[in-house]
Structures are given as C-alpha cells and as structure tokens.
C-alpha cells in the first residue's frame, strides 16, 4: 500500500526491559514483511501490509511491528492475530474481541487501534508482573 490515504502505524518496543517481552510477527529475531491473504481478510484497496523485525531507534535496539492499510471487518483480525506471538492476550481471540469492543472508536480499522490495543495488553502485563514482585518483596519483608 503506497498510497497517501491509508495510515501506516509502527509499534516500536524497546529491546531489554526487565518482564517486557516484545510482540511480533511468526518468527521472534526475524524480518517478516506479509499481505495477508484477501480471502482471509477483506481490506480496502491497496490492501493490507504488516511487517515485524529488529531494528535500531535513538541508538536502542527494538523490535518494530508495522501495519499499512485498513481492514473492513474487525472480526476477520482474529487471522492476524493467530500470527502474532507474545501480544500479551490472556486467551486466544482476546485482540479481536477488544477490538470489537471499540468498532465505532476512531482508528478501530487501522493500525492506530491495533497497537494502541497491543500497548495495553504490554502495559497489564507489566503491571501484573511488577505489583506481583512488589507483593513477594513485602512478604519476604515482612516474615524478615
């Protein structure tokens, strides 16, 4: 899609940070570029890219997940959601079904929605993670 009507969105997640795994696409280290096949997901001409791999941003090292394009119907991104790996999702379709929860929201067909979807999902692993080692540290503390 190199048209100037669609937006192209990039998650960028820095590379080292203590319980913070990155997103991507099929394959963790690799550099993936995919168009999704039409018949699995409806998308407006020119279509819909994504793309996934390590890159460099401000001198850190990151990994990059893209999207160019819209979709026309948010529950067909339950497709692209079985080929993203470590989206923080507690089940299988929880991407999708946030998504559908905000369908009327502005940037719900786009890449805005979708990685704005992904950092909440980092951003509740996160905490989950920190307040549960918070909770260990005062017990341990506390029976000192």
Not at 3 to 22: A, H, M, W, Y
Not at 37 to 63: E, R
Not at 68 to 90: K, P
Request: contains cysteine.
């Amino acid at each position: 899609p190199e048209d100037k009507k669609t937006l192209r969105v990039r998650c960028i997640q820095k590379l080292g940070i203590e319980n913070f795994s990155p997103c991507y696409l099929f394959d963790e280290g690799s550099t993936i570029e995919w168009t999704p096949s039409a018949q699995k997901l409806s998308s407006p001409a020119p279509g819909m890219k994504l793309s996934s791999g390590p890159d460099t941003f401000y001198g850190n090292d990151v990994q990059v997940v893209e999207m160019d394009g819209n979709f026309d119907n948010i529950q067909e991104l339950v497709y692209v959601e079985s080929h993203i790996s470590n989206a923080s999702t507690q089940f299988y379709g929880e991407l999708t079904q946030s998504m559908l929860k905000l369908a009327d929201a502005p940037g719900s067909n786009n890449g805005t929605g979708l990685m704005q979807t992904l950092a909440a999902f980092a951003i509740r692993e996160l905490y989950t993670k920190s307040a549960a080692k918070a909770k260990l540290e005062s017990k341990a503390a506390t029976a000192a």
